[in-house]
Every structure is written in structure tokens, then in C-alpha cells.
């Protein structure tokens, strides 16, 4: 799925990225709003990943859905 789509799926697509990050809260899913550098964003803070490695993570996780 392409990050066009999982933007407009959002709704959708929050409850498949809480399984996958449950560290994120609803405020934060919300604020999300399915754009990917926003995720980035977001793993690197909460997990403190590097910018590569949290653009990784969200891309495989997009490809999986």
C-alpha cells in the first residue's frame, strides 16, 4: 500500500499501526493523520531511532499492509 493510500485510510490504518507501535498514543495516531513523516517523526522520538531507521521501519510497515 502507498502512503497516498494509507493517508486516506487513516481511520483504517490506526488500530494496524497501534499493533505495530503500541507506544504511540491515539493523540498521537491522530496527529499523524497517516502522513509518513510524521510517523518518522514520531518512532524517532518514542523509540529513538535514527531518521534512516525510522523511514525504514515505516516503509516496510506500509509494504506489509
Do not use: C, F
Not at 504511540?24 to 491522530?30: F, M
Not at 514520531?42 to 516503509?59: I, N
Amino acid at each position: 500500500m502507498n502512503w497516498d493510500q494509507i493517508e486516506g485510510r487513516w481511520i483504517e490504518m490506526k488500530g494496524k499501526a497501534r499493533a505495530s507501535w503500541g507506544e504511540l498514543t491515539d493523540d498521537e495516531l491522530d496527529q499523524i493523520g497517516g502522513k509518513r513523516e510524521q510517523l518518522v517523526g514520531k518512532l524517532q522520538h518514542k523509540y529513538g531511532l535514527a531518521k534512516d531507521e525510522a523511514e525504514r521501519k515505516a516503509d516496510e510497515w506500509a509494504s506489509s499492509l
